[in-house]
């Protein structure tokens, strides 16, 4: 089982709808949990971190743990064609663990 | 604050040879890993250190090593260049508050030939 999954990909939605990314994590213990945005030929962007189970909202963003049914989502509102990238989720075990990142999904958002 | 920075942005190597790869962390940042890119493999984690110590290590072979010096700021070295050596290098610095937040620089680009 893959420790950290992201549902497959490429995701399309229309300008001003709402795009909805997931992730799985195997490891129970997990204990911080981020989002990154990567744009084609550049570096991942942290655009989200979340600690605790429940909604994080971040202007347009919203993150979502669910520590008991082991996933993270990410919620983007009124989604934009400059939202068009790579979202990575990523998972940190403990303070001295590594942070592990799934695969990434793509999304387009169409004008 | 400046960001993370990683010199070179972009290296053409011949196989065989070696590369050295360096990251300057976020100011006050004393832990940094390192990233490799791939198309198909996506983010591989290869290592990360910490008050200059490998604190974890990835699945990569011993031609891949790294050391981060006092100030914090690391290099990485890749012997032996083979031709799937070729990715975009990552480099990230952590934040010692909850969550340990990473950022990562603009990345190094080694294109081996």
């Known amino acids: 089982q893959k420790e950290v999954e992201q549902n497959s990909g490429p995701l399309s939605v229309p300008e001003g709808a709402i795009a909805s990314l997931n992730c799985t994590y195997s490891?129970?213990?997990?204990?911080?949990f981020f989002w990154y945005r990567q744009y084609s030929g550049k570096s991942p962007e942290l655009i989200m971190s979340?600690?605790?189970?429940g909604d994080k909202e971040d202007g347009r963003f919203t993150a979502q743990l669910n520590k008991a049914s082991q996933y993270v989502s990410l919620l983007i509102r009124d989604s934009q064609p400059s939202d068009s990238a790579t979202y990575l989720c990523?998972?940190?075990?403990?303070?001295?663990?590594?942070?592990?990142f799934g695969k990434g999904i793509t999304l387009s958002v169409r004008p | 604050k400046a960001g993370v920075t990683q010199t070179p942005r972009y290296l053409i190597k011949t196989r065989g040879q070696q590369v050295t790869l360096s990251c300057s962390p976020i100011?006050?940042?004393?832990?940094v890993s390192w990233y490799q890119q791939t198309p198909g493999q996506g983010l591989q984690f290869l290592f990360e250190?910490?008050?200059?110590?490998?604190?974890n290590k990835g699945n990569f072979p011993g031609r891949f090593s790294g050391r981060q010096f006092s100030n914090s700021r690391s290099e990485m070295n890749v012997s032996t260049l083979e031709l799937g050596d070729s990715a975009l290098y990552l480099c990230?610095?952590?934040?010692?508050?909850?969550?340990?937040?990473?950022?990562f620089g603009p990345g190094t680009r080694l294109t081996v030939t």
């Open positions: 100011s006050g940042h004393r832990s």
């Open positions: 990230a610095s952590s934040t010692m508050g909850q969550g340990y937040e990473q950022y």
């Open positions: 979340i600690y605790s189970n």
């Open positions: 490891d129970r213990g997990s204990q911080s």
């Open positions: 250190y910490f008050s200059e110590t490998q604190r």
């Open positions: 990523a998972v940190r075990t403990g303070a001295n663990s590594k942070l592990t």
